[in-house]
């Protein structure tokens, strides 16, 4: 095998490896007596006997102080604001899609999606997770294993911070293809 085809095969590798990685789903603990799922999403919180629907409400679950801002508030199929959901049900049994608005990126930097099946004797009561910044949809599911009560009650999408200034980026595979065929002529020519 020539050394531009070790250069190349090596350089194509690396463009394969340089890939960016993306969250995936996310299943809130406990899960013993109501599960939630939701991709794409980066962490979840659960509490019990509480509501998350307010900044003080998020900031006390992730210990963080920002200010919250609720951008859509769903207690049934539909959509509200900045966002949407999409549900085969809206019961102890769901599955279903969310979606955010494309322009909320562009007044926040960071998103949670909070759920609140209920206070029914199980646990948890509310789930949150903090979304992939950038993404506009994805799955979820929520199903109640043990306990009583515990439906769908609602889903909050909130946001907050500024959003962060984006440039484009080069692509890391291709210039560093470009070296090495730099570095491979160059020593070709002092040969």
């Known amino acids: 095998m020539s050394t531009l085809w070790k250069i190349s095969f090596v350089g194509l590798l690396m463009s394969v490896c340089a890939s960016a990685a993306h969250a995936g789903l996310i299943t809130c603990e406990p899960d013993d007596q109501r599960v939630a799922t939701l991709g794409d999403a980066l962490e979840c919180k659960t509490d019990v006997e509480i509501n998350l629907n307010d900044s003080d409400d998020l900031n006390a679950l992730f210990g963080t102080n920002y200010a919250w801002i609720k951008e859509g508030e769903?207690?049934?199929?539909?959509?509200?604001?900045?966002?949407s959901v999409a549900t085969d049900s809206w019961g102890t049994d769901v599955t279903g899609t969310w979606a955010i608005d494309s322009s909320?990126?562009?007044?926040?930097?960071?998103?949670?999606?909070?759920m609140h099946v209920g206070h029914g004797g199980g646990n948890p009561d509310a789930f949150a997770w903090v979304i992939t910044p950038g993404q506009t949809s994805g799955s979820?599911?929520?199903e109640r294993v043990g306990g009583k009560g515990?439906?769908?009650?609602?889903?909050?999408?909130?946001?907050?911070?500024?959003?962060?200034i984006m440039l484009p980026e080069s692509n890391i595979g291709i210039l560093l293809v470009i070296g090495l065929l730099s570095i491979f002529f160059a020593r070709r020519r002092v040969s």
């Open 104 to 114: 909320f990126w562009n007044v926040y930097s960071r998103a949670v999606i909070t």
């Open 140 to 142: 979820f599911t929520y």
């Open 74 to 83: 769903l207690t049934a199929e539909g959509s509200d604001d900045l966002f």
């Open 150 to 164: 515990g439906g769908l009650s609602n889903m909050f999408l909130f946001g907050s911070g500024t959003p962060n």
